[in-house]
């Protein structure tokens, strides 16, 4: 029986939400408690709006220092991402709490997926900067702005509705 406020009767157990409760959702990839995965996560979502913006400016004026740009910042976003999967795939594997819950690993399969598509359009552009923005280099990036909105969605899911991943700031230096 639910009450009015949305919270079960009481006496009445939930084993299921019990057991993934019980364990530790804490960061154990922090600096001085600050959680390394939040922190790199930044740049690769910055750089990927970047790129795609470059890309449009590109199509709409031509000029050559915005697929340059569109070039740099797919490398960049994929070699951040990369840092940035890496601390997070550590979580992942390290926190009980973090691994056992389904929404953990659908965020982890949809980065993955938006870690393929920025070395893939990053691979694309080493052809050419230029010649790869019209039409294949665009879409990619267009498609990558919205792989990077789902990821985000999924993974501040797991921040704000579920607390993982935080950090109580215990291992903080002292001073």
């Avoid at 004026?61 to 569109?70: E, F, L, T, V």
């Avoid at 923005?133 to 665009?138: A, D, F, M």
Wanted: glycine content about 14%.
């Amino acid at each position: 029986m639910i009450q009015p406020e949305g919270k079960p009767a009481p006496g009445l157990d939930d084993p299921v939400a019990d057991s993934i409760n019980s364990g530790s959702s804490e960061s154990r990839i922090a600096i001085w408690g600050h959680p390394l995965h939040a922190m790199t996560v930044a740049f690769p979502v910055a750089l990927t709006f970047c790129a795609f913006g470059a890309d449009v400016f590109y199509w709409w004026s031509g000029a050559a220092r915005w697929a340059w740009a569109a070039y740099w910042a797919s490398g960049t976003a994929f070699l951040f991402g990369l840092m940035a999967g890496a601390t997070g795939t550590l979580e992942l594997l390290s926190v009980p709490g973090i691994r056992i819950r389904a929404a953990a690993w659908t965020h982890f399969i949809i980065a993955v997926m938006l870690l393929s598509l920025l070395g893939l359009n990053w691979g694309w552009r080493l052809t050419g900067y230029q010649e790869a923005v019209l039409p294949w280099g665009i879409l990619m990036s267009g498609f990558s702005v919205l792989v990077v909105i789902a990821t985000g969605w999924h993974g501040g899911i797991l921040v704000f509705d579920y607390g993982l991943g935080t950090s109580k700031g215990k291992s903080r230096p002292k001073g």
